[in-house]
């Protein structure tokens, strides 16, 4: 068998299995850190609102849950928006509210930790994670580009990297970071 009819042979025989590579997003990616928990409406428009979002703006939020983030970014302010979940059955609610939204133009959801997702596109990342994980995220964070607004709602960076801004929304904490 010449070289090429083994390769051949060999596409062949990989290809079926090809198709399900596209929904490898749908299996687990690890075990989520924290327990999902929604950030009411009314904080997630003050998120948005004290990070200036705008029409040129990409807004990642890590650990989207059901998008809301993402997709009132698009509905209100004309923003891109990206979701980044670990778990599946989210991501399926998220695409369900994005699409009653009408907003699938503008917002997606990547199954993904969020520990390795590139963030170098994001001009603002909203967060709503444990404090440990906001810490472990503080380095990469720290590197994206000057002007990159993030805000996380409930937990700060702690003592060695202090907000620029907090809100107090009903008792629910609200910090900004730029950065410069």
Known sequence: MTARALWAFAACAVAPFAAFANFAFFAPVKP????????PQNVVDEMLEMAHVTAADVVYDLGSGDGRIPITAAQK?????????????LIEIANENAAKAHVLDRVWFIQQDLFETDLTPATVVTLYLLPRMNQR?????????PGTRIVSHYYDMGP???AD????INSLMIYLWTIK
Request: hydrophobic content about 30%; overall charge positive; proline content about 14%.
């Open 137 to 145: 995220l503080m380095p990469k964070l720290k590197r994206l580009r």
């Open 160 to 162: 060695e990297w202090p």
């Open 77 to 89: 302010y004309g923003a891109r928006g990206v979701g980044i979940e670990i778990e599946p059955r």
């Open 165 to 168: 801004e907090s809100r107090d």
């Open 32 to 39: 989520p850190d924290v327990r999902y928990v929604p950030t």
